[in-house]
Structure formats: C-alpha cells, structure tokens
C-alpha cells in the first residue's frame, strides 16, 4: 500500500498528475481545486495517498493533508460510493465543509459534486454522520454530536461555554488564513488544548 507519494511534479493532467520518485513516475489523481496543479513542472510535490485496487485497474488518489484523506476513505466505505464520486465531493467543497455538511445531514450540499445525487447524499450522511463526529473529534466527545472545528457556526459547547474550536477557527480567518486552513490545523490539535489562546498557537505550529 503507498501511504505517501514524494517526488517532483513531471506532468499535469485535467484530473490528476505525474510525480516523478526517481526514475519511476506515479499518475495521482486530485481534487480538482489542489493546488499542486498551480506548481510548475520540475517543483518538488508531497501528497498523502490512497491506492484502490478494482479486478481492472490500480489508482492512487493524492491529497495534500491528512484531514482530506481521512474524509475520502471514509466517503468510499458508504455503499454505492466510489472513488469517482468521493473526489467529486472533495472537488466541489473543502474537506472541513463536506464534513459539516455530513455532521449536520445537509444532503443538499453535497449533491453539489457532479454525479452524487440526493438518494447518494443522504445515504453517505446516513452511514457517515456518527463516523464524521468521531474521526474529526480524533476520539474525543461522543458519537452523533458534532466534533469540535466542525460545529455548527457561533455554537457553543454544552453549559454556554464558548467552543474552543470554533472561536480559534474565528482567529486564524482574522488572522489571515482561509477557513479550510484553519479548520484543519484546529481539527489536528483541539484535543489537546485548555483554552482559545493555546489551541491557536498549536494550531499555528501546525500551519
């Protein structure tokens, strides 16, 4: 199984590229809005990946962080969702906005990705939406409530205390950083943090 792909980018195609790891170049399909396409020829390229076997075909799908990976395998454990339209999703939205869209069963959002239909889209929120809170909670709170970095916005956490994620996402996007980034470097470090101030600066160190 190839976990990751590191090399240097050989050719861009419309929905994937050649990396090249010396001498033996690997064609990774991409989100469409990755922005290893927007590298030139010749820059180095490191992405997280997926290989799917089919009787047919071997393909590796690559993702330029882990938040972004663990959201494709969980999509293509949803019966009826493959590969194609879990890169559908993740081409149409962020990955932190496919798992809203999932923790809190808004199935319209999703029928945005070419290809996913609505009976699609409220099977993946069916099957994913307990799955979604655990894996991007990274274990903590419980199952069917939303994680914390994919809470509702301008929720609070139970009891009228401010949510530790969501206003140190609200930070990092004054800061400057897109919400995306910023939910994802939160996701990586909110179980580790006490209060606002220092899940940002271990989001930072993770930015």
Same mark, same amino acid.
């Given at each position: 199984?190839?976990?990751?792909?590191?090399?240097?980018?050989?050719?861009?195609?419309?929905?994937?590229?050649?990396?090249?790891?010396?001498?033996?170049?690997?064609?990774?399909?991409?989100?469409?809005?990755?922005?290893?396409?927007?590298?030139?020829?010749?820059?180095?390229?490191?992405?997280?990946?997926?290989?799917?076997?089919?009787?047919?075909?071997?393909?590796?799908?690559?993702?330029?962080?882990?938040?972004?990976?663990?959201?494709?395998?969980?999509?293509?454990? &949803?019966?009826? +969702?493959? *590969?194609?339209? =879990?890169?559908?999703?993740? #081409?149409?939205?962020?990955?932190?906005? !496919?798992?809203? @869209?999932?923790?809190?069963?808004?199935?319209?959002?999703?029928?945005?990705?070419?290809?996913?239909?609505?009976?699609?889209?409220?099977?993946?929120?069916?099957?994913?939406?307990?799955? &979604?809170?655990? +894996?991007? *909670?990274?274990? =903590?709170?419980?199952?069917? #409530?939303?994680?914390?970095?994919?809470? !509702?916005?301008? @929720?609070?956490?139970?009891?009228?205390?401010?949510?530790?994620?969501?206003?140190?996402?609200?930070?990092?996007?004054?800061?400057?950083?897109?919400?995306?980034?910023?939910?994802?470097? &939160?996701?990586? +470090?909110?179980?580790?943090?006490?209060?606002?101030?220092?899940?940002?600066?271990?989001?930072?160190?993770?930015?």
């Amino acid at each position: 199984m190839i976990a990751y792909i590191a090399g240097v980018l050989l050719e861009k195609l419309e929905t994937s590229v050649v990396i090249d790891t010396g001498g033996v170049g690997y064609e990774v399909y991409l989100p469409a809005g990755s922005r290893v396409f927007l590298k030139a020829k010749g820059d180095e390229v490191v992405l997280q990946t997926a290989q799917i076997f089919k009787e047919d075909d071997v393909s590796l799908y690559g993702f330029e962080d882990r938040v972004s990976l663990r959201l494709f395998k969980l999509l293509i454990t &949803v019966s009826g +969702v493959g *590969a194609k339209a =879990a890169m559908a999703i993740l #081409s149409a939205m962020s990955a932190d906005e !496919a798992a809203r @869209a999932i923790a809190f069963s808004d199935a319209a959002m999703l029928t945005r990705a070419n290809g996913v239909g609505k009976k699609s889209a409220e099977r993946i929120v069916l099957e994913l939406k307990d799955k &979604v809170t655990e +894996v991007f *909670a990274g274990g =903590a709170g419980s199952a069917g #409530s939303p994680a914390p970095g994919i809470a !509702a916005p301008g @929720a609070g956490a139970a009891g009228g205390e401010p949510d530790i994620a969501a206003e140190a996402i609200e930070l990092l996007v004054a800061l400057g950083y897109s919400r995306s980034e910023a939910t994802q470097a &939160v996701l990586r +470090v909110s179980g580790e943090a006490g209060s606002v101030e220092e899940c940002v600066k271990l989001a930072l160190k993770q930015i």
